[in-house]
């Protein structure tokens, strides 16, 4: 892909003989009209021609990581104030659009395990009491073909039981899939 994000991919045989192909990927934050939003962009815009790629050549695909991007209104917390903010711009949420949801070729697996609800957040600012208020983002995502995403049965974040037990401003985001 490109220097704005980190693509990791790797096929593993499954033991009933099927395909997953894995990836690991983080995508920068970006800043609003700066070279870095530009560059954030190219890497999204990277992702959608390998995103078809994989789902041809793979039984399953299973993308995990920070994204940076929250897809929708439900993502984020106090998404009205973040309109404007790289993390929440339409483009952004255009892009995720585009090979995400109903009638497209992969899923937000944590969403469709938790439909209609307010996250599960699994990043807090380190700033105020974000963290303590759970004002989170839902940025790192678990999204697989619908194949793989049929298979999931339950997802949930890791989230410390207190701020003072925080390890990171994210936590980790668990699917089970059968």
């Known amino acids: 892909l490109n220097d704005s994000g980190r693509w990791v991919e790797d096929d593993l045989r499954l033991p009933d003989g099927s395909l997953l192909t894995l990836v690991s990927a983080y995508v920068h934050s970006g800043e609003v009209e700066t070279p870095k939003q530009v560059d954030k ?62 009638g497209r070729a992969f899923k937000d697996v944590v969403r469709e395990l938790h439909p209609g609800e307010p996250g599960p957040y699994a990043w807090w600012s380190w700033r105020g009491k974000a963290f303590d208020n759970d004002s989170g983002w839902r940025i790192d ?27 990171s401003d994210h936590a980790p985001v668990t699917v089970r899939y059968e």
Not at 141 to 167: D, F, G, H, P, T
């Open 41 to 102: 962009y190219a890497f999204l815009e990277a992702m959608l021609t390998r995103l078809p790629e994989l789902a041809q050549n793979a039984d399953h695909v299973l993308v995990v990581g920070d994204l940076n991007v929250g897809h929708t209104e439900l993502d984020i917390k106090n998404w009205k104030g973040n309109v404007k903010n790289s993390g929440f711009l339409p483009e952004e949420r255009a892009w995720m659009s585009e090979y995400i949801g109903e």
């Open 141 to 167: 995502l678990q999204i697989a073909n619908n194949a793989l995403a049929k298979r999931a049965v339950s997802a949930q974040v890791e989230r410390a039981e207190a701020y003072n037990l925080r390890w």
